[in-house]
């Protein structure tokens, strides 16, 4: 354990970091200070490396079975310095597009997204049915600032000791249909016993295909734990990123989760109630539209359920209900869990018993302890269009750009999925897909990922084929119409 107050950053000197921060840089493996809090505060408490081994900023490359893909990483730095700053100076989101308040079902449209709607008087609600309905002078319309895409401080930098922050957390069930499109990655783990015949099938056949995406690291547990953030948190605008609404996804970030007493002290190893902390990934929205209770974010739910949680509701930090204000830099999020992860932190054992439906937890952020390369789920593939998610990112977990290697040697930047209603931004899919007459591509095709400490990565020959393998086995045929995984090669 570290007993300074030391930390290794790693960044990029290009366009993504320089066009905000000024940053001190160092030679290769340098240290760096502590960095404070930041002028931000940072929107999930702090600076850091981006995951590479501590002193390194090390890069984990090839290992993939395609022997012409060879990780290629342009050089990073050790630097000093903030990596997370607010400045009021920079651009603020475009207005939201018309919408038709058809869109929005049981919510309302205010401010161009669909808003959660509850009964003042009864902190139990979902909706306005009982106290008259929409429109109804007790019927009290979430701010359209929990329903669109947060305003958090960018995060290019994540540590192994950033601060905890004290929430609850609910949990949804077991999916593969998450927003951000992973399919069975992040679902599926040879620790769970699925009741479910199709998912249990479908998991078995992942995890003899793809043994990695079901491994865990070797001091935690990972697979099966995923989770749904806040959807103001979920979808983001980042003023470094193009695009005027809706331009950053947290998909794949990834989040140490402990369960702690109703007063906010940590259960000791030994005492009744004890488990160890999960390690979650980010794989669908929690969206305030659908959730007014447990997703509009702090000081915006109203909390019937919980009383007796130190920290349960309202969220930290917020004391009263807010009404127009952006996230905090210091603010909590509510993590809806996995049945799996909900088990384990109940009773340390994917398939014990759940008795509570919602736990006191605390949580920080951490660089995602992955095992193999990063991976792709083609949806469909050809030579003027194609579609795919991108999983199993190590160090920050998500991705900012995917490009494309056209035959001339230009680089062709991929865009997340365009295809969702504008009024419900917080339910954006993860997919990227090939913008309309950018083609044509041919095979093998070459990809650069680049996360959002600037680092950029090139698999060579990403795709080397639009079709899965050949074979006479009908359910495995079945499986690769809707689960095509493909390994890049590569790893941050």
Known sequence: MRTDNTRLRVCIAGPLVMALFTLACAGPGGSSSSGGTGAAGRALGGSSSSGG??????????????????????GHLACIGSTVLEDPSLRRPGPRPDASAAACGAWALTDGVCCAQYCSNDDKSEDCSS???????????????????????????????????????????????GACAFGLYGLCTNAY????????????????????????????????????????????FWPDLPGDNDNYLSCGECFELVRTNDDGTDYQPGDIGYTPPVVLQVVDSCPCSANSKWCCGSGRDHCGEVSEFKYGC?????????TSDDPEPNESLHLDLSDIAMARLQTGDANGQMVDGVIP???RRVPCPVTGNIYILLKNGGEYYFAFSVVNVSGLGSLVN???????????????????????????????????????????????????????????QAITS???????????????????????????
Do not use: M
């Not at 390194?56 to 395609?66: E, F, K, W």
């Not at 083609?439 to 990922?449: I, K, S, V």
């Not at 495995?476 to 689960?483: D, E, G, I, M, T």
């Open 53 to 74: 081994a501590a002193g390194t900023g090390g890069v984990a490359g090839g290992g993939g079975s395609d022997a012409g893909n060879t990780a290629q990483v342009d």
């Open 131 to 177: 106290c008259g309905g929409p429109g109804s002078a007790q019927c009290t319309v979430v701010n359209s600032k929990a329903c669109t895409s947060g305003q958090w401080p960018e995060v290019h930098c994540v540590s192994d000791d950033e601060p905890w922050h004290y929430s609850r957390s609910t949990h949804f069930g077991l999916t593969y249909g």
């Open 193 to 236: 016993k699925f009741t479910d015949q199709t998912e249990g099938g479908l998991c078995a056949t992942f995890c003899k295909l793809y043994p990695d995406l079901c491994q865990d690291p070797a001091t935690t547990t990972l697979r099966g734990n995923f989770a749904a953030p806040d959807g103001d948190y979920y979808t983001q």
């Open 314 to 322: 309202p969220l930290p930090p917020a004391l009263v209900p807010r």
């Open 361 to 363: 937890t605390r949580y």
């Open 402 to 460: 995917v490009e494309a290697r056209l035959p001339s040697g230009d680089w062709v930047s991929l865009i997340r999925d365009p295809n969702y209603t504008q009024a419900r931004p917080q339910e954006r899919f993860g997919t990227w897909v090939l913008p309309q007459g950018a083609g044509p591509f041919t095979l093998p095709l070459a990809l650069r990922f680049t996360d959002p400490s600037g680092r950029t990565l090139v698999s060579e």
């Open 466 to 492: 639009w079709t899965p393998p050949a074979t006479t086995d009908a359910n495995l045929a079945n499986f690769y119409s809707q689960f095509y995984y493909i390994d890049t090669g590569v790893q941050f």
